[in-house]
C-alpha cells in the first residue's frame, strides 16, 4: 500500500524540472571505469542520494539506461531524473542510488559483428562523442553492465550489493536492455522497468518480417526498420534470425524459467502515439500467456523526453517499491 501511495502522490507532481523549495538534493557526479569486457575506458553518471554525504548507510541501487544516439548525461540534462528522485524522497519515498553508464549504439549486448574499429572511427556519428570510447573494440556492453560495472558501482560506492536490492530501467534502446539483461542476468537484478522500449526485437529482423506484431502501422514500421534505428539493429543482432531469438526478452524469460531462475519482477510502459506500442502491447500478451506478471500501463505521449520526463516518476516510486523496502 505504501509504495501505490508515493507512485500516486508522485504522478500528480508537477513536471517541471526544477525542484520544489526546500527539498533536499541529492549529489550527481560523473566517474569512469576501465571495462574489460569492452577494452575502454567508459563514462558513467551517478547519482547519490540527499542523505548519502551525511550517513553511513548502503543503498539499494537502480541502473537506468539510455536510448538510441544517447549516452550517460541523458538521463539527468534531458530526463531530470535527479530532480525527479529528490522529489520522491521528499515526499517519503526510500532513497536509492542511480546508475547511468555509456552504451554507445550497442543494444546493451555482445554484437555479432566483429568490431571494425578504423571503419567505426571514419564514420564516427555527430552524437557520439570520442572516437575512443564509441569505437570499442570488444563490443561486450551485456558483460559490461553484468560484471565490470555492478561490480565498480558495489565497490566504489556504498551499495546493498546483492539481487534483492538492484534494479534496472531504460528507455528505447534501454528499455529493450532493461528486460534482457534482467532475463538473461536474473541472479543479478530483482526488478526491471521499460519506458517505450523495444521489448518484441524480432519484428526488425532480417530475411522478411519474423513476428510482427498486429496492429503496427505500416508506415512507422518501414520507416524505422529501413532507418538508421534499423541498420543499427541489424549491425548488432546480425542476419542470423537465430541469434536474434537469442536475444528476445520473451525467449530469454523462457530459458530462465526452465532452469528455475527467481524471476524479476516487470514493469513496462509506452505512449499511446508510440511507433513500438504494438511491440509492447505483445510483449504484455506473451507474458500474461505465460502466467508472468507485468505491471503494465500506457499513457498518452509520444517516443520522446516530454513523455519520458513525466513517467520515469512512476517507474522510479516503483522501483524503490521493489528493491528499498528491505
Not at 507532481?13 to 538534493?25: F, T
Not at 544517447?70 to 531530470?80: F, I, L, M, S
Not at 565497490?155 to 532493461?178: E, S
Request: charged content about 20%.
Amino acid at each position: 500500500m505504501r509504495t501505490l501511495v508515493l507512485a500516486a502522490t508522485i504522478a500528480t507532481l508537477a513536471p517541471e524540472p526544477g525542484r520544489a523549495q526546500g527539498v533536499a538534493s541529492g549529489r550527481v557526479v560523473t566517474d569512469s571505469l576501465w571495462s574489460y569486457a569492452l577494452g575502454t575506458y567508459k563514462k558513467v553518471v551517478v547519482y547519490l542520494p540527499p542523505s548519502y554525504d551525511r550517513s553511513s548507510a548502503r543503498y539499494p541501487v537502480a541502473y537506468y539506461l539510455h536510448g538510441w544516439s544517447g549516452d550517460e548525461t541523458n538521463w539527468v540534462k534531458a530526463g531530470h531524473i535527479d530532480a525527479a528522485m529528490d522529489t520522491l524522497v521528499a515526499v517519503g519515498g526510500r532513497e536509492m542510488i542511480l546508475v547511468m553508464p555509456d552504451g554507445d549504439d550497442s543494444w546493451w549486448m555482445t554484437s555479432e559483428a566483429l568490431p571494425d574499429v578504423p571503419g567505426c572511427q571514419r564514420t564516427l556519428p555527430s552524437y557520439a562523442g570520442e572516437a575512443g570510447t564509441y569505437c570499442v573494440p570488444w563490443p561486450h556492453y551485456d558483460d559490461f553492465i553484468a560484471y565490470d560495472l555492478v561490480r565498480y558501482v558495489d565497490g566504489a560506492y556504498r551499495t546493498r550489493a546483492d539481487r534483492a536490492h538492484r534494479g534496472i530501467a531504460g528507455l528505447n534502446m534501454g528499455g529493450y536492455a532493461a528486460m534482457m539483461l534482467s532475463l538473461q542476468f536474473p541472479q543479478l537484478f530483482g526488478a526491471a522497468a521499460s519506458h517505450s522500449g523495444v521489448v518484441w526485437p524480432l519484428e526488425w529482423a532480417p530475411d522478411g518480417v519474423v513476428e510482427r506484431p498486429a496492429g503496427t502501422p505500416d508506415s512507422t514500421w518501414s520507416r524505422i526498420r529501413a532507418g538508421a534505428v534499423g541498420r543499427s539493429m541489424l549491425a548488432v543482432f546480425g542476419r542470423d534470425t537465430t541469434a536474434w531469438r537469442s536475444r528476445d526478452p520473451v525467449r530469454l524469460l523462457d530459458r530462465a524459467r526452465a532452469r528455475g531462475a527467481t524471476l524479476p519482477a516487470l514493469k513496462a510502459d509506452c505512449g499511446t502515439a508510440d511507433p513500438y506500442l504494438a511491440g509492447n502491447r505483445a510483449f504484455r500478451d506473451a507474458l500474461a500467456a505465460r502466467g508472468v506478471p507485468l505491471v503494465y500501463n500506457e499513457y498518452a505521449g509520444a517516443h520522446d523526453w516530454a513523455y519520458w520526463r513525466t513517467h520515469v516518476r512512476e517507474s522510479l516510486a516503483w522501483l524503490a517499491g521493489q528493491i528499498a523496502v528491505r
